[in-house]
């Protein structure tokens, strides 16, 4: 094809290399882990655990953290929905690239809109996009409140705050849930270890 989008007269150019000689490489197949879920609801903390369980059983992975991106590659967008929607998309874009890779891209994002996590699923072959959603309660997560922006957003100061006035809308079909049991919130180890369970069982972790 050569129109793609705004671009014309464009062509594009196979490498020797493909995707499963990477894998072979590495002993384990690319995909993508989506994390999403409110702010404060632990997505940072199970990518950052899932990546430190993956690398000590000697998988390489790579966490794409939406605070972290917003600090270059999407600076110049902030929360309005289209902007959101644009921040979805490009590490959607990004996550893909790092699958095709070999890796085990950890991507953790609030990712508010269904229509913008199911147009990143959409973007990778079946089953290489493994949902986790972080069913934690708002009111857990606005009890924890690390970085006071509840605060904020309760007193008028931060607009268009997730959960409290801006929606959520919870995945209808992921591959994993997290969430609580009677009251209590799983630790980070086991949080990743339902993950790394996952991704073993789905043969993620060792060459096809
Ligand atoms: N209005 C509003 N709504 C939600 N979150 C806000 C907002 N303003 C700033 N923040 C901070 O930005 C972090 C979320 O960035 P994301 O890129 O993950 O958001 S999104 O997926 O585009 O909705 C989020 O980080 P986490 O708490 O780690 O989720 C907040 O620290
Ligand atoms: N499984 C957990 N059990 C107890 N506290 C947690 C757990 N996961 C996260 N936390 C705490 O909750 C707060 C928010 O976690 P964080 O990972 O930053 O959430 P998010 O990335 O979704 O905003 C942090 O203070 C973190 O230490």
């Not at 384990?28 to 632990?42: E, M």
């Not at 147009?119 to 924890?144: K, Q, T, Y």
Request: hydrophobic fraction near 35%.
């Amino acid at each position: 094809m050569s129109t793609v989008g705004n671009s014309t007269n464009i062509f594009w150019h196979e490498c020797p290399v493909g995707k499963l000689e990477r894998q072979n490489l590495l002993n384990q197949r690319g995909c993508v882990v989506w994390i999403t879920g409110l702010s404060g609801s632990g997505k940072s903390t199970l990518a950052c655990s899932l990546g430190r369980e993956l690398h000590s059983r000697g998988k390489l992975s790579y966490v794409l953290d939406g605070d972290n991106l917003r600090h270059g590659l999407n600076k110049n967008l902030g929360f309005s929905p289209e902007d959101r929607t644009e921040n979805i998309r490009r590490v959607g874009e990004v996550a893909k690239l790092f699958a095709d890779a070999g890796l085990i891209c950890i991507a953790s994002l609030i990712s508010p809109y269904r229509k913008d996590r199911d147009a990143c699923r959409a973007m990778l072959p079946d089953g290489n996009f493994i949902e986790v959603f972080m069913n934690m309660p708002l009111e857990v997560c606005e009890g924890r409140d690390p970085k006071g922006l509840y605060k904020l957003a309760r007193a008028g100061k931060i607009k268009g705050f997730t959960g409290i006035d801006d929606p959520y809308e919870p995945p209808l079909n992921c591959e994993i849930e997290i969430q609580q049991t009677d009251g209590v919130c799983p630790a980070p180890n086991e949080m990743a270890g339902q993950v790394a369970s996952y991704l073993g069982e789905k043969g993620f972790l060792q060459e096809q």
